[in-house]
């Protein structure tokens, strides 16, 4: 027998545009984070985050002046060429990004291991890294799949549309704004299981003619807790059936 299906994580519809979000961390329309679609954050553009990843290349030159603009951007979840445009790093459930997991992003995932192994082996390595923004839908790194982080930008929190407003309250409930704290995905809605209630038709004739009692009739009601509802009517009625050709 095959399990039911959970059900969906993801709206039918956008709360902010009204459209089909997609299946990815944002809205394919509006771009809003989906997890929290009233919070600032939405998908940063995916030029703007080529030119990210290349002022971080740049300025990681500079190492000394690298190291100091990192420890100051990345309690803010920012890198250095982030914080020049604006573009923000969070875990992929919403939730701010620590700052210590902030560092193991950039120096030991990104610098270390997709970049400095990564010219020593091809100069294809860093390319093929940044260049993985243009084949995710999320405008995820390979560093940021392995890391399991987004970029986004931050502005004003967007309101629902009219033609979402409008929607019935038992159809739509706009979620609460994203805390301040730290965020987490809302827990699905649960799933109502429809029981079939048996509908059993009993005749007034078929009860008239077993409130006779005989030998039969008293056998087949000690047994009754024993048989299913439908097997007992059975055999009621071919005990109402055998006394009317016998009458």
């Not at 420890?71 to 992929?92: A, C």
């Not at 549309?161 to 965020?183: C, I, K, M």
């Not at 509908?199 to 006779?212: C, K, N």
Request: hydrophobic residues 35%; contains cysteine.
């Amino acid at each position: 027998m095959s399990l039911p299906r959970p059900p969906a994580l993801r709206p039918e519809h956008c709360s902010i545009c009204g459209e089909y979000p997609g299946v990815g961390a944002f809205c394919s329309e509006c771009g809003v984070l989906m997890s929290h679609p009233t919070s600032a954050d939405v998908a940063a553009p995916y030029l703007r985050r080529l030119v990210g990843e290349l002022l971080d290349l740049l300025l990681f030159v500079l190492l000394p002046v690298w190291l100091y603009w990192m420890w100051r951007t990345s309690g803010d979840g920012q890198s250095p060429g982030k914080s020049l445009l604006n573009l923000y790093v969070i875990q992929e459930s919403g939730q701010p990004l620590t700052p210590q997991r902030m560092w193991v992003r950039e120096l030991v995932i990104k610098r270390l291991a997709l970049g400095l192994i990564g010219y020593a082996v091809t100069l294809l390595g860093p390319i093929g890294n940044a260049g993985w923004v243009l084949l995710n839908p999320d405008r995820q790194c390979v560093h940021d799949r392995l890391v399991g982080t987004l970029v986004v930008m931050r502005r004003e929190a967007p309101q629902p549309t009219q033609a979402v407003t409008s929607l019935d309250s038992s159809e739509y409930r706009l979620p609460p704004p994203a805390p301040s704290g730290p965020r987490v995905r809302p827990a699905p809605p649960p799933r109502l299981v429809e029981q079939a209630v048996p509908i059993v038709a009993v005749s007034s004739r078929s009860e008239v003619q077993l409130s006779v009692t005989s030998p039969e009739s008293e056998a087949l009601e000690r047994s009754r807790s024993q048989l299913s509802q439908s097997e007992y009517e059975r055999r009621r009625r071919s005990l109402v059936r055998q006394r009317e050709e016998s009458g």
